[in-house]
Every structure is written in structure tokens, then in C-alpha cells.
């Protein structure tokens, strides 16, 4: 495998990043690494701290089309999907794409539409089409949805079913920054914003080919056993109520790839699989009622697990 192309393709998303998300490097590379997974991605944080904002740059670092779709509760599927329309001059049927036909679609607030709005993603979200009247429109590759949410405010929103959160492959947040990297932030956006100057680094041809060659990335045996065990591990836990499915499983498969081929290694490691494994794992397992009452979250389960699951008994 190239690992220089997947070495000096990330460091140049990540540092085009870096110059409008400070302070973020960890939580950047992750997002890199459902990029290159071709996968999905669900920011959950407050408002402000940049879910936005990551979304453009990244479109803007790879020369993708972009397109934003701010869900409320009056929003229809068709007004995501699009619509077909009678042509009466040359009286055929013609399909007015919807927004969600881009490369980089950010489905903002996306918790604010109704379950029927939403499931209008699914579609296009596990098989990179759309279908409307019987006919499939199929996706312009590279593809990744990124669904924001507000963790605090809950009044007016419909949260997401198990289902539509299966289908992000990984679920970040960004967090405060720090005080010396809000003093950056109000330094780099004194004049105009950063986002206004940047610039192409990657092409889309570039970005689909790393999508291939990470594939290759060995995954052995031993590593194998240890992503299984991890997941096995969810659906036994006392404080869960549902655990991890086998998407689970492949998804800290193809993550752990990613990010192997980042940090210029041609094989998987366990840490590789730790370093993710809350990202990948935590919003597909539902906690016991009775545990949450005592405060018990997902993330903490899963960080548990981190501790309990023996890597020696796998390798």
C-alpha cells in the first residue's frame, strides 16, 4: 500500500482544517478517518463551537460540492430528496434534485425534523442513491453526510431512532476550546474569516483513490478477535439494555484502518481500535433505564470496556 499518499493526503486535510478549527487535532483526525471510511459522521455539541464551520472546510479542502440543509419540524422528505415535476411543454416528468444531492451534505439541527423527514436519509445514507417515482439517482463519489445535533435542548425535537444513529459510522463532539485557543480564534477571525481563504489541498480523484487504499490495510487475526471481543463485550455489559450490532464491529474495522494508514502504518493495532472505540461504539448502545437513572451514559460503558477487555485474551 501507498502509506506516504494516505500519510501526506491527511496531513494536508488536517492542517488546511487546523487553519479554521483550532486547537482540535485529535477530534479532526478522527473526522478524517469516517472520511476516508466512507462513512457518516454526527457532531453532537453545543452551539457555536464550530459543527458548521468543519463541515465547509472540509468540502472546501477536497473541492467537493457542498450543501446544507437546516432541518425544522415543517420540513418534508421530498423538500431533502427532491421531486419529480410535470413539464408540460415536453410533457415528460422531470427530477428537481434536493439538496441532499452534493458530495459533503451537512444535515444541520437534524434532530429537529420529524421521524418521517429523517428517514428520508436512510436511503441515501446506506446505499449512495436516492429514489424517486421507481427511479434510483445515484450519488457523485466522494459521499458523507454530516448530521449535527444540540446535546441540551431537547423542546422541539425528535430524537433520533436507533436506526438513522446506526447508520453515522463514528459520533464526535468538538468541546470548548481552551483559553490561549479562543484567544487564537478571536485573533484569526479580527479582519474576516479563515474560512474565506481557503483553498483546495486534495482533489475528490485523490480522496476516492485513499478511500480504495486504505481497504488494504492488514488486519490480522489477533486484532480481528480483540474488535469482536469489544463489541461482544456490549451486549454483555449489566448496565446495557442494547448492544453494538455487527455494523458495529466492521465500523471499528474500517475505522481502525483509517486510522492506521494515517499515522503511516500498513497494520492495525489494538490502540488503534481504543482510540476510537467510544466514537465508533457509544451512541449504537442503549443503556439500562435503571442505569441511567443513576447517571450511567453509553460513553462511559464503552470507556469501561476499555479497561475490562483484555487485549492478551485475543492475541
Not at 63 to 91: A, E, K
Not at 149 to 172: C, H, S, W
Amino acid at each position: 500500500m501507498e502509506t506516504k499518499t494516505i500519510v501526506n493526503l491527511a496531513k494536508a486535510i488536517i492542517s488546511n482544517l487546523e487553519r479554521v478549527i483550532i486547537g482540535k487535532q485529535a477530534t479532526l483526525e478522527q473526522v478524517l478517518a469516517c472520511f476516508l471510511s466512507q462513512g457518516h459522521l454526527l457532531i453532537e455539541d453545543v452551539p457555536g463551537t464550530g459543527k458548521t464551520m468543519l463541515a465547509r472546510s472540509l468540502a472546501g479542502s477536497i473541492g467537493c460540492q457542498f450543501s446544507r440543509i437546516q432541518f425544522t419540524p415543517d420540513m418534508l422528505p421530498s423538500d431533502i430528496t427532491g421531486v419529480s415535476i410535470y413539464n408540460q411543454n415536453n410533457r415528460k416528468f422531470e427530477f428537481k434534485p434536493g439538496p441532499v444531492i452534493s458530495q459533503i451534505v451537512l444535515a444541520d439541527e437534524i434532530n429537529r425534523a420529524t421521524p418521517k423527514t429523517q428517514s428520508a436519509l436512510l436511503e441515501v445514507m446506506d446505499e449512495r442513491q436516492v429514489t424517486i417515482d421507481g427511479e434510483s439517482h445515484p450519488m457523485k463519489m466522494p459521499f458523507m453526510v454530516i448530521g449535527t445535533q444540540n446535546p441540551i435542548e431537547y423542546e422541539g425535537t425528535f430524537p433520533l431512532p436507533e436506526a438513522q444513529l446506526d447508520r453515522f459510522l463514528m459520533k464526535v463532539t468538538l468541546g470548548y476550546p481552551s483559553m490561549l485557543e479562543e484567544i487564537r480564534i478571536l485573533e484569526s477571525q479580527q479582519l474576516h474569516h479563515p474560512i474565506e481563504d481557503l483553498k483546495e489541498v486534495i482533489t475528490s480523484t485523490q480522496v476516492t483513490k485513499a478511500q480504495t487504499l486504505i481497504k488494504q490495510v492488514l488486519v490480522s487475526q489477533p486484532v480481528k478477535r480483540y474488535i469482536v471481543d469489544f463489541v461482544r463485550a456490549t451486549r454483555e455489559h449489566s448496565d446495557v439494555y442494547l448492544g453494538a450490532s455487527p455494523r458495529g464491529s466492521l465500523g471499528l474495522f474500517r475505522v481502525g484502518q483509517a486510522m492506521a494508514a494515517i499515522r503511516g502504518r500498513e497494520y492495525v493495532t489494538p490502540d488503534d481500535i481504543k482510540d476510537i472505540a467510544e466514537q465508533v461504539l457509544a451512541h449504537r448502545v442503549i443503556v439500562q433505564p435503571a442505569a441511567k437513572l443513576h447517571g450511567v451514559t453509553s460513553s462511559m460503558i464503552i470507556r469501561d470496556l476499555l479497561d475490562t477487555v483484555a487485549i492478551s485474551s485475543s492475541i
